[in-house]
């Protein structure tokens, strides 16, 4: 039985709510002012609060303070006349779960109630998604425990200490500038400048002054003189995003530089060098450019001394988990907000989604849900992915029991990853079972 506190000092308002809760099954405690309020919610066993704003002695906003000081884990509903957007804001930025103007639709009521239950319910069964081996939060940490991702760990360990050009491929989103910074700051030039240039971001004219620097009076607006990238990353690193897009004139002096080592800024004559590792990201398929005249072939294989390939999120679904608690641990140093529980709900929703926008749209997913939720649970509707959008199922037409049966199963161990522990559990299945069909309908792996 939940016992919910109603904070008001509207007598009538303090009845119609107790007896409409009490009729609904939950034991109800009422308070008159602020400091009722406050002394019956920290001192009882309260597991819900509905909280007025204007009350005598201490208004319901200090109140609000003083609860989530004293008993940070109490769900509190702002109940109030007050229905503007100021007042919404301050009460959910102060830690309430929800506000609701007055009169308070009783049936509105009942819903946000029934939710938060729910959150209490989910939080019972959050998900322990990382073991206690794994590593607290630190920037510029890769993530990831499967095959794919150890094995470039190995590759990073390789050649970090040997300067040489690394050409990083994977798509939008599958974390290339964070190889390129494993790369540097795991190395022997760890001391000396990372400098990052996203290439599309900028004109070729532009890329090119950027990149090579340029002397007085070389354009319009060239008061001074001053040095590219290649010279400020001296001894350290330099890395280019996107290098699919520079132009030919700038494919021409990159060329020259990895082959040379040298350089003349934009408008100069003078020839000059710089000793910096070139580490390039591209998320087009280069080889395809190449064949189609798009890209220098000299450049791809100066570039190309070392290749890594990311793969997409999709196809390491393994370290999803991991990832979700770096970030949400990530987000809680960043934005000081905590979602201490992962329902298995919500997990099971990430996993099935397909993420073709890789580890940065996971982040920022998360983020929004973080910034949204109203509570410490990470509810599955906070996540808004659309329903069935990025799933691995398979469409069902008008065919024989044994061939949907056949593509049901399929697609539960698509969806596990072909865990089959869990596949079993999904299709409410004995282990053996399952395996006889995998073998009837040839599923085997």
Same mark, same amino acid.
């Given at each position: 039985?939940?016992?919910?506190?109603?904070?008001?000092d509207?007598?009538?308002?303090?009845?119609?709510?107790?007896?409409?809760?009490s009729?609904?099954?939950?034991?109800v405690?009422?308070?008159?002012?602020g400091?009722?309020?406050?002394?019956?919610?920290?001192?009882?066993?309260?597991?819900?609060?509905l909280?007025?704003?204007?009350?005598?002695?201490?208004?319901?906003?200090?109140?609000?303070?003083?609860?989530?000081?004293?008993?940070?884990?109490?769900?509190?509903?702002?109940?109030?006349?007050?229905?503007?957007?100021?007042?919404?804001?301050?009460?959910?930025?102060?830690?309430?779960?929800?506000?609701?103007?007055?009169?308070?639709?009783?049936?509105?009521?009942?819903?946000?109630?029934?939710?938060?239950?729910?959150?209490?319910?989910?939080?019972?069964?959050?998900?322990?998604?990382?073991?206690?081996?794994?590593?607290?939060?630190?920037?510029?940490?890769?993530?990831?425990?499967?095959?794919?991702?150890?094995d470039?760990?190995?590759t990073?360990?390789?050649?970090?200490?040997?300067?040489?050009t690394?050409?990083?491929?994977?798509?939008?989103?599958?974390?290339?500038?964070?190889?390129?910074?494993?790369?540097?700051?795991?190395s022997?030039?760890?001391?000396?400048?990372?400098?990052?240039v996203?290439?599309?971001?900028l004109?070729?004219?532009?890329?090119?002054?950027?990149?090579?620097?340029?002397e007085?009076?070389?354009?319009?607006?060239?008061?001074r003189?001053?040095?590219?990238?290649?010279?400020?990353?001296?001894?350290?690193?330099?890395?280019?995003?996107?290098i699919?897009?520079?132009?030919?004139?700038?494919?021409?002096?990159?060329?020259?530089?990895l082959?040379?080592?040298?350089?003349?800024?934009?408008?100069?004559i003078?020839t000059?060098?710089?000793?910096?590792?070139?580490?390039?990201?591209?998320?087009?398929?280069?080889?395809?450019?190449?064949?189609?005249?798009?890209?220098?072939?000299?450049?791809?294989?100066?570039?190309?001394?070392?290749?890594?390939?990311?793969?997409?999120?999709?196809e390491?679904?393994?370290d999803?988990?991991?990832?979700?608690?770096? #970030?949400? &641990?990530?987000?809680?140093? /960043?934005? $000081? %907000?905590?979602? +201490?529980?992962?329902?298995?709900?919500?997990?099971? =929703?990430?996993?099935?989604?397909?993420?073709?926008?890789?580890?940065?749209?996971?982040?920022?997913?998360?983020?929004r849900?973080?910034?949204?939720?109203?509570?410490?649970?990470? #509810?599955? &509707?906070?996540l808004?992915? /659309?329903? $069935? %959008?990025?799933? +691995?199922?398979?469409?069902?037409?008008?065919?024989p =029991?044994?061939?949907?049966?056949?593509?049901?199963i399929?697609?539960?161990?698509?969806?596990?990853?072909n865990?089959?522990?869990?596949?079993?559990?999904?299709?409410?299945?004995s282990?053996?079972?399952?395996?006889?069909?995998?073998?009837?309908?040839?599923?085997?792996?």
């Amino acid at each position: 039985m939940k016992t919910i506190l109603i904070a008001d000092d509207d007598h009538a308002i303090r009845r119609t709510l107790e007896l409409h809760l009490s009729e609904s099954g939950y034991t109800v405690l009422t308070a008159a002012d602020g400091h009722e309020a406050v002394a019956k919610a920290v001192g009882q066993d309260v597991d819900l609060m509905l909280l007025d704003l204007r009350m005598p002695g201490i208004d319901g906003f200090e109140v609000l303070r003083i609860i989530k000081e004293r008993r940070p884990g109490l769900p509190v509903i702002m109940v109030t006349a007050y229905d503007d957007m100021h007042t919404a804001i301050e009460a959910i930025r102060l830690g309430a779960i929800d506000h609701l103007g007055k009169p308070a639709d009783l049936d509105q009521l009942d819903e946000v109630i029934e939710k938060i239950i729910e959150m209490g319910t989910l939080s019972q069964r959050g998900v322990v998604f990382c073991d206690s081996s794994d590593p607290p939060f630190e920037q510029n940490v890769m993530v990831g425990r499967s095959r794919a991702m150890k094995d470039i760990y190995k590759t990073i360990g390789a050649v970090a200490d040997s300067g040489a050009t690394v050409l990083i491929q994977g798509e939008s989103g599958t974390g290339k500038e964070m190889v390129a910074r494993a790369l540097h700051y795991n190395s022997q030039f760890r001391n000396r400048p990372f400098i990052a240039v996203a290439c599309s971001a900028l004109a070729p004219t532009i890329l090119e002054s950027e990149l090579f620097g340029h002397e007085k009076g070389a354009f319009t607006g060239a008061y001074r003189t001053k040095p590219g990238k290649f010279e400020l990353a001296q001894g350290g690193t330099l890395f280019l995003d996107e290098i699919s897009e520079i132009s030919p004139e700038i494919q021409v002096k990159l060329l020259r530089f990895l082959q040379e080592r040298e350089f003349e800024r934009v408008g100069g004559i003078e020839t000059l060098k710089a000793d910096v590792r070139i580490i390039a990201a591209t998320n087009r398929n280069l080889s395809t450019m190449v064949a189609n005249g798009g890209f220098r072939k000299d450049l791809y294989y100066r570039l190309k001394v070392v290749s890594i390939d990311l793969p997409p999120l999709r196809e390491r679904k393994d370290d999803i988990i991991i990832l979700v608690k770096f #970030l949400l &641990e990530k987000m809680r140093h /960043e934005i $000081g %907000k905590s979602m +201490d529980v992962v329902p298995q709900e919500t997990m099971d =929703l990430i996993l099935a989604h397909t993420w073709p926008g890789n580890v940065r749209e996971l982040e920022n997913t998360l983020r929004r849900a973080v910034l949204l939720s109203p509570g410490n649970v990470l #509810l599955p &509707e906070s996540l808004h992915l /659309e329903a $069935g %959008k990025g799933s +691995d199922r398979l469409a069902l037409m008008i065919k024989p =029991l044994h061939e949907i049966e056949r593509e049901h199963i399929e697609n539960i161990l698509v969806f596990t990853g072909n865990e089959k522990k869990r596949a079993a559990e999904i299709l409410g299945i004995s282990r053996p079972t399952l395996d006889r069909r995998i073998r009837e309908y040839g599923l085997e792996r």
